[in-house]
Antibody, heavy 123, light 106 residues
Framework: EVQLVESGGGLVQPRTSLRLSCATY????????MTWVRQAPGKGLEWVSSISGNGGNSGSTHYADSVKGRFTISRDDVKKKLFLQMNRLRAEDTAVYFCAKSPGYSSTYFDSWGQGTLVTVSS | IQMTQSPSSVSASVGDKVTITCRASQDITSSLAWFQQKPGKAPKSLIFAASSLETGVPSRFSGSGSGTDFTLTISSLQPEDFATFFCQQYDSFPFTFGPGTRVDMK
């Protein structure tokens, strides 16, 4: 059974950093593209960043304009973990952050999701 | 690519047929997915490639459309279906979601 478990969220001050992790179970992690999606309180879903899996442009990354230059997505295929390094955090980054898996090595839609981790940016 | 959904909310009863529309600002061929989200929970994949049902999703859910106009239909609403539904395009980066359609009890 596929499981995605996010961690690393919390309350942080503006302009500081935070690193989110997503531990994965039940599938061959390095073969699949992975993505971070966020949801501000009471709002809709916002795609944040994706990283491809093995095959094709392995490890290629993409970012939303709202986080480009501040956030970095990465993966550790040995530990089967996905990461999101978030720097220079802003109040508008406050959201639940979900990690999600695509059904193949290229980023497409998301067939499995974690339960999310809450990031609150406030002074 | 901008995604819009209509209606933003709908009130319905168990057994009703519910139709939700999603429109893309440009041609996305069939690169569209639908998700269901209940309060405090992660989204759940329902449909991919505009009309393909995810494994385990009840057959009362169906999707149609291509290009710019898409539809999610619930043929006979069940108590567990009350939730918010989002569409998502994956034709090109940045991926984008529709604003959501809330289905609540009449």
């Amino acid at each position: 059974e596929v499981q995605l478990v996010e961690s690393g969220g919390g309350l942080v001050q503006p302009r500081t950093s935070l690193r989110l992790s997503c531990a994965t179970y039940g599938f061959n992690f390095d073969d699949y593209a992975m993505t971070w999606v966020r949801q501000a309180p009471g709002k809709g879903l916002e795609w944040v960043s994706s990283i491809s899996g093995n095959g094709g442009n392995s490890g290629s990354t993409h970012y939303a304009d709202s986080v480009k230059g501040r956030f970095t997505i990465s993966r550790d295929d040995v530990k089967k973990k996905l990461f999101l390094q978030m720097n220079r955090l802003r109040a508008e980054d406050t959201a639940v952050y979900f990690c999600a898996k695509s059904p193949g090595y290229s980023s497409t839609y998301f067939d499995s999701w974690g339960q999310g981790t809450l990031v609150t940016v406030s002074s | 690519i901008q995604m819009t959904q209509s209606p933003s909310s709908v009130s319905a009863s168990v057994g009703d047929k519910v139709t939700i529309t999603c429109r893309a600002s440009q041609d996305i061929t069939s690169s569209l997915a639908w998700f269901q989200q209940k309060p405090g929970k992660a989204p759940k994949s329902l449909i991919f490639a505009a009309s393909s049902l995810e494994t385990g999703v009840p057959s009362r859910f169906s999707g149609s459309g291509s290009g710019t106009d898409f539809t999610l239909t619930i043929s006979s609403l069940q108590p567990e279906d009350f939730a918010t539904f989002f569409c998502q395009q994956y034709d090109s980066f940045p991926f984008t979601f529709g604003p959501g359609t809330r289905v609540d009890m009449k």
